[in-house]
């Protein structure tokens, strides 16, 4: 192949793997509905994006062009069809990922939620350690402002994602299954497939699989060595002990594991669901033959991921915050974290939901999660891939939520809306477009200070 193209170029798991076939000298293009910081980078860096339906800009030399899409892309797509239609080689980008990995040692983290925080910081602790790999992310690593690294080395991160059951596509070496939650259940049907999609994923590791204690799979479920992992719980395989955060919200613990005990690990990104996920990825570091104090060096001086507990204000009398969370735990998590980040101090989340059939599965789990707050500022849904579902509305989580003050808004209200609103601590919430209000909401509270 001469040429990839890719339909859904701006995703943040296409983008990684544009990257990675212009890093190996491949002629890459691709489509996407809406312009993005993403594909302004890729565009950048010297790859072609454009964003209407155009299947005359698919290269023409079907021989010499892999054509890779995202099954979040409508498939009546006038170039997706022609790729279809014309006998051109396509693939979905989990399929893609898995040929890339395939043959390399593979360290995947699966999850319903903590996997892009816990691969990033794995693919951080193995490079600053000097170890090196190459990493597959589904988010924006603060430390090296990509989703993609590369070495030269045989080893791969990569983010084993369980949409569309993506990450059967994977055979890890080592594992990490940081929870598995009902999810995706447009693509799943029940919360029993997703724990049968699970141990189907971790019947494929070969080597070690390092599992959050309590997550329904376990030794019977595959052929690797099970370990397991937790915060708090002493029975685990990895744990932390005397965890408590510092003054700026950096949490601090000693991690027990198999070999000893690693004494004051101190995690550079916020919140205690990051000291969590540093133990996940201290698993697998360790597991894969790190040097302990490697690792607790390198959670030091991790600084998160774009768009998780991502700090964009932080003053003693006005903060913000921006999460990704789009799950109720998720959502419960970050919560949770901010509190211990921020106490006693009114916080006021603004949350976007994503998708119309997540929202219509998990709308009481949604209003409890968000009752959590001082104040709530709710967006209508996001629809992303789908068509609107006749009664599924923001309203659904609204009316639930028994948050002291809340407030519904359209998205094209909501930065009048804050010009008059006192803010104290404030959090963005989302997997939508609401990222596009973090510039606009930063530059608002700064002229505040």
Not at 189 to 198: I, K, L, Q, S
Request: charge should be negative; proline fraction near 5%; aromatic fraction near 8%.
């Amino acid at each position: 192949m001469k040429n990839v193209y890719f339909i859904g170029i701006g995703g943040i798991g296409m983008s990684a793997i544009a990257r990675y076939y212009k890093f190996k000298g491949l002629d890459v293009s691709g489509y996407d509905r809406t312009p993005s910081e993403l594909t302004h980078k890729l565009e950048a860096e010297g790859i072609r994006v454009h964003y209407e339906d155009r299947p005359d800009l698919v290269p023409s030399d079907k021989e010499e062009t892999l054509v890779v899409y995202t099954p979040a892309i409508p498939q009546d797509l006038g170039e997706l069809r022609k790729v279809m239609d014309e006998g051109y080689t396509v693939l979905k980008r989990s399929r893609t990922l898995g040929e890339i990995t395939r043959g390399q040692r593979c360290l995947a983290v699966a999850g319903t939620h903590g996997k892009t925080t816990t691969s990033t910081l794995t693919a951080h602790i193995l490079t600053q350690t000097g170890a090196g790999c190459s990493a597959f992310l589904g988010g924006i690593s603060r430390n090296y402002g990509t989703n993609l690294l590369m070495s030269r080395n045989e080893t791969v991160v990569v983010e084993a994602d369980e949409f569309d059951r993506s990450f059967l596509q994977l055979f890890p070496e080592i594992a990490v299954i940081t929870s598995v939650e009902a999810d995706h259940l447009d693509i799943y049907g029940d919360y029993a497939h997703v724990v049968e999609a699970f141990r189907a994923f971790a019947s494929q590791v070969s080597g070690t699989l390092i599992v959050k204690k309590g997550a329904p799979v376990s030794q019977e479920h595959t052929r690797a060595k099970v370990l397991t992992y937790h915060y708090k719980d002493t029975s685990a395989d990895f744990y932390a002990a005397d965890a408590h955060p510092d003054a700026l919200g950096h949490f601090h613990y000693n991690l027990h594991y198999p070999g000893g005990v690693i004494e004051d690990i101190c995690v550079g990104a916020l919140g205690w669901v990051n000291a969590e996920n540093s133990i996940a990825a201290a698993a697998i570091a360790l597991t894969y033959g790190v040097d302990p104090e490697g690792v607790k060096a390198a959670i030091g001086t991790f600084e998160g991921v774009k768009r998780r507990l991502e700090v964009h204000v932080n003053t003693p009398s006005l903060s913000y915050i921006d999460d990704y969370a789009h799950h109720p735990s998720e959502l419960t998590s970050a919560i949770t974290s901010m509190r211990d980040i921020f106490p006693g101090r009114k916080l006021t989340a603004i949350f976007q939901p994503h998708l119309y059939t997540r929202t219509r599965d998990f709308a009481p789990e949604f209003a409890k999660a968000l009752s959590a707050v001082d104040k709530l500022i709710l967006l209508d849904i996001y629809p992303a891939r789908e068509e609107p579902i006749p009664g599924v509305t923001s309203e659904m989580v609204f009316r639930d939520v028994t948050a002291p003050e809340k407030v519904l808004l359209k998205k094209e209200e909501l930065m009048d809306y804050l010009a008059d609103e006192p803010l104290d601590v404030l959090a963005t919430f989302g997997a939508g477009n609401i990222d596009r209000f973090i510039e606009p909401i930063t530059e608002l509270l700064k002229s505040r200070l």
